[in-house]
């Protein structure tokens, strides 16, 4: 193998680790075990916490958004269900909002 090769060949393979590690920042999976409404939020907490970009949440809670409906929707079709076991994207920002939740099949 040449040099060039081997070089351009480590740098994938950093490149994508760096990619998958920061990737799964903000996702988690886990059974919801608990659910509670307010005015503008649905929260929902897991038996597995929270994901790890989470800044300083309390008692492990995850925001889902009013203006989130078909996410809210899964999510209560979820719990409705017992189908509780779920996966849950949150935003980047570290705000511990939910942007996606997969039911698990």
């Given at each position: 193998m040449?040099?060039?090769?081997?070089?351009n060949f480590v740098f994938c393979l950093l490149?994508?680790?760096?990619?998958?590690?920061?990737?799964s920042d903000h996702v988690i999976i886990g059974t919801m075990n608990y659910m509670a409404s307010t005015r503008t939020n649905l929260i929902i907490r897991l038996d597995s916490g929270v994901p790890a970009n989470c800044n300083s949440?309390?008692?492990?809670?995850?925001?889902?958004?009013?203006?989130d409906s078909v996410i809210i929707s899964v999510a209560l079709a979820s719990w409705a269900s017992g189908k509780r076991r779920i996966t849950v994207y949150t935003d980047a920002d570290g705000s511990c909002t939910v942007n996606q939740i997969d039911p698990e099949r």
């Open positions: 040449t040099n060039l090769f081997k070089k490149a994508f680790a760096s990619f998958s590690a920061s990737a949440p309390s008692n492990n809670l995850m925001r889902i958004n009013k203006e």
